[in-house]
């Protein structure tokens, strides 16, 4: 057993020195970056307010109640300039001394409202309007008219949110699956397996190894594109558990394609051909409308949907650990195939693969 | 007597209808080396990884180091050294981390790899690339892997094919260096000087039979025909004429034929191992 730990080693110490991996990390930063520019960020934090308040205004204090926005206080109205241009604010009002007097004698004080040119309209929108209310408040008058809210339209999230699944998948699929394949496939290529074969080092020990290494790279780049969409919002241990599961039966199905394929082109095409059927539960989240239990019969649903309820849609444990014990399931059930196709691995390379009896492949 | 290192017998082994070993038997002492000879397919690979392995035997017994293979397959592979025709080395890591990784696959902690580096004189590119190595360094390298364990029992396939006669002549030294230390050495090689200089004996296997085993010496004075070959000149013609060591009446006609007028050359000819293996196979090794 120790054996899995020094091939894992060596994998991992060559890393670096892979294009591939180096892709397999890179790539959900692209994705993520590329999202956020065309549908902000997944889970945007609220507008930013930055008030300077030279006359302990009324204004001051009803904003910093607000839910919906962020505000920070500020000493002088340069740096509030100063911070607003550079976007650590989306906008900055400045209260003069005795605006809530002036207000309330009618005399229509002047109030700066900078907005920072990179803001996003939304935001310069909700931070307006809500500066105009709480003005109001202040000079006691009743709103003009009375907004009934009515919900238009089927509640649905974001599109930007609802691309959460696409980069996950993207993240797990090609460091969990891709990069153990990737590996196992080479050491064919270039015969280091046949090295390792006749060494102390079983075909499973390999196998293991193989199979932790995209456990590792597809738990790390999970936890770093949740974390660089903001999404550790939810249940953090049900994130994790999910997450493992995830890498786990990302990794699983790797090495099986690994040891499947003859060659590079081989597993490229066939990852891109077979792909479709671990990427196209991510369908069903971008289109919510289409029927979901044509997503339920992909393996990758059952990490995705956990994923996705317990970091956007706030649920608790408790409401995804269905899911999460089928997505284990599915991990479980691939380990008979995982140690079977380490013997057929072993055998093809003694170039007898051909020997294996009819009724072992039967049991996969 | 020694306990022989390897023990092999009535091994078979066949792909489909394709028997690629048949009912092969022998044995190999410890600081021996047998040299496995035969053309391509003729199944000395496939031995070699029954042997080492990388394939169950169908029928058949081996016993390396009084073990049985494959019952006790990991505690053989532990005292083995392995070093296949195919090139098999890290290409990504440097000569030294090669050798170091398997090393620690051994379960040998701080290998120092310079004394096996310097043996294949790879010292002055232990830190560079495999990939970056040429074809003989690479094979050099891939001889220094298979001793990080000091094995006792050293499976080398081909080990010197297609190389410069420098690195062929440093392999040969070092294979020979083994087996004065007292590991038993397979040897598989086309080439007919190679086994001939370093086998203590050869087999001759063709179509998955051992055809015969030997010192090599031994084949050729049982098998081989000795001959003397006469070149002389007549007139403006060069005539040449051979004669037979092994049949009767050999010594009148050599005297004959170095009294001759214009004698020019006389060469004694000893049968190679290529001809004995003719005489067994009916074809030659390549």
């Not at chain 2, 398997?102 to 580096?117: E, Q, S, T, V």
């Not at chain 2, 040429?134 to 297609?162: C, H, I, W, Y």
Request: hydrophobic residues 50%; glycine residues 10%; aromatic residues 6%.
């Amino acid at each position: 057993m120790r054996n899995i730990g020094r091939v894992l080693r060596k994998d991992l110490r060559l890393g670096p020195r892979s294009p591939f991996i180096l892709y397999a990390f890179v790539l959900p930063v692209i994705m993520t970056l590329l999202i956020r520019s065309v549908f902000g960020g997944l889970f945007d934090a609220k507008p930013r307010l930055a008030i300077v308040d030279l006359g302990a205004s009324q204004v001051t204090a009803d904003a910093m109640e607000l839910d919906g926005i962020e505000v920070s206080l500020l000493s002088d109205a340069d740096t509030l300039r100063n911070q607003v241009e550079s976007h650590d604010f989306d906008a900055g009002l400045v209260l003069p001394a005795g605006f809530d007097e002036a207000v309330r004698s009618g005399t229509r004080p002047e109030m700066a409202l900078y907005i920072s040119g990179e803001s996003l309209a939304s935001d310069r929108v909700v931070l307006a309007v809500t500066t105009i209310d709480l003005v109001r408040e202040v000079s006691g008058e009743p709103p003009p008219v009375e907004v009934e809210v009515i919900s238009f339209g089927e509640e649905s999230l974001e599109l930007s949110l609802r691309l959460l699944p696409l980069i996950m998948i993207y993240a797990v699929a090609i460091a969990g699956a891709m990069v153990p394949a990737l590996s196992l496939v080479e050491e064919k290529e270039q015969n280091t397996i046949d090295a390792l074969l006749v060494s102390p080092a079983s075909v499973h020990e390999l196998m293991a190894a193989k199979v932790l290494l995209g456990v590792i790279l597809a738990f790390s780049t999970g936890v770093m594109t949740l974390a660089i969409n903001d999404a550790f919002s939810g249940e953090l241990l049900g994130i994790v558990i999910t997450l493992l599961v995830a890498a786990v039966m990302m990794a699983e199905v790797g090495v099986i394609l690994g040891a499947w394929a003859a060659n590079t082109n081989t597993m490229f095409t066939v990852f891109k051909g077979g792909g479709i059927f671990l990427f196209y539960p991510v369908v069903f989240f971008i289109w919510p409308d289409l029927p979901s239990w044509i997503a339920r019969m992909g393996p990758t649903y059952y990490f995705l949907q956990p994923i996705f309820d317990l970091a956007v849609g706030g649920a608790g444990f408790g409401d995804v650990a269905g899911d999460i014990a089928i997505g284990a399931a599915i991990c479980l059930a691939l380990v008979p195939a995982v140690l079977f196709m380490g013997r057929w691995l072993e055998r093809s390379r003694g170039g007898g693969a051909a020997a294996v009896p009819e009724k072992e492949l039967e049991g996969v | 007597m020694t306990e022989p290192a390897i023990r092999v017998d009535g091994l078979h082994y066949a792909f489909g209808a394709n028997t690629a070993v048949d009912d092969v038997s022998f044995t190999v002492a410890p600081g021996e080396i047998l040299g496995f000879l035969g053309p391509n397919g003729a199944g000395k690979s496939t031995t070699i990884k029954m042997m080492t392995g990388l394939l169950d035997p169908q029928a058949g017994t081996i016993t390396v180091l009084g073990m049985s293979m494959p019952g006790e397959k990991e505690a053989i592979q532990a005292e083995i050294g392995v070093c296949f025709e195919e090139k098999n080395l890290y290409l990504n890591m440097t000569g030294r981390e090669n050798l170091v990784f398997f090393a620690r696959l051994f379960g040998i902690k701080g290998l120092d790899p310079d004394p096996l580096l310097r043996r294949v004189d790879l010292f002055d590119r232990a830190d560079d690339r495999a990939a970056d190595y040429s074809k003989g360094m690479r094979q050099r390298l891939m001889v220094a892997r298979s001793l990080v364990n000091r094995p006792r029992v050293l499976f080398l396939d081909e080990p010197t094919d297609g190389l410069d006669p420098v690195s062929s002549l440093a392999i040969r030294r070092i294979i020979r260096e083994e087996a004065d230390r007292g590991a038993a050495v397979v040897l598989t090689t086309h080439d007919m000087l190679e086994a001939d200089k370093l086998s203590d004996r050869v087999a001759f296997i063709h179509e998955g039979r051992i055809l015969a085993i030997d010192a090599p010496e031994t084949l050729k004075l049982a098998h081989g025909k000795r001959s003397v070959r006469v070149r002389s000149q007549r007139g403006g013609e060069v005539e040449e004429s051979v004669i037979s060591l092994d049949g009767d009446g050999a010594d009148d006609e050599i005297r004959r034929a170095v009294g001759v007028e214009g004698l020019l050359t006389i060469h004694t000819e000893e049968a190679t191992l290529e001809d004995i293996f003719i005489e067994f196979a009916g074809r030659g090794l390549r």
